[in-house]
């Protein structure tokens, strides 16, 4: 009876304690992956950039997407709109690239690594793409500051020409 007391109680610890794990391994994919996309995050995104740039000296792709008036659609066609868009094109570099690897980074910019492929220019539908083989490069974050820099530069340039635009379209 003891003997079969104790099996009872090390089953129903052994229970509690996949349940547990469960609950562990869900906290970790919440902390790791980005609830909206389940893309990996930046912390991931961080260490990996850093750890691919020792591991392959000649260099991979490295590409920062940011989606174009997120601010503006999240404001005129509500947050559902703006989540949508945001899942699309999450879904749209997960399968136009599907042996690169993606993270979102923030609100409404991504970043997406590429080994194997050779793509010079990425068109993404709702979104500004730049991108930049590491290999002219001494560090991820060289690269990266390279990568912000640009796209802030292709921003204003789109701005620009939007606002061209409506004036042109204003003078009619």
């Known amino acids: 009876m003891e003997i079969q007391n ?7 610890e052994l229970i509690h304690l996949k349940k547990e794990n469960e609950y562990l391994k869900e906290q970790i994919r919440k902390y790791r992956y980005d609830f909206l996309t389940g893309l990996k995050q930046r912390h991931d995104f961080e260490y990996e950039v850093r750890h691919f740039f020792k591991i392959f000296p000649d260099g991979f792709w490295l ?7 997120l601010h503006t ?34 609100g409404d910019e991504f970043y ?28 991820a974050e060289d690269i990266m500051s390279k ?15 939007k606002t061209d ?8």
């Open 112 to 139: 997406m690594i590429c080994f194997d492929q050779i793509i010079e220019k990425i068109k993404i539908d709702n979104a500004t793409v730049i991108g930049m083989h590491t290999s002219a490069f001494n560090s």
């Open 73 to 106: 659609i999240n404001r005129e066609q509500g947050y559902d709109k703006g989540d949508e868009v945001i899942r699309q094109v999450a879904n749209d570099l997960e399968h136009l690239f599907p042996n690169s690897i993606c993270y979102r980074i923030g």
């Open 63 to 69: 590409y920062f997407i940011d989606i174009n008036n």
């Open 147 to 161: 990568l912000d820099k640009k796209m802030i530069e292709k921003k204003k340039k789109l701005k620009r020409r």
């Open 6 to 12: 104790h099996l009872n109680h090390i089953q129903e």
């Open 165 to 172: 635009k409506k004036l042109k379209k204003d003078i009619r």
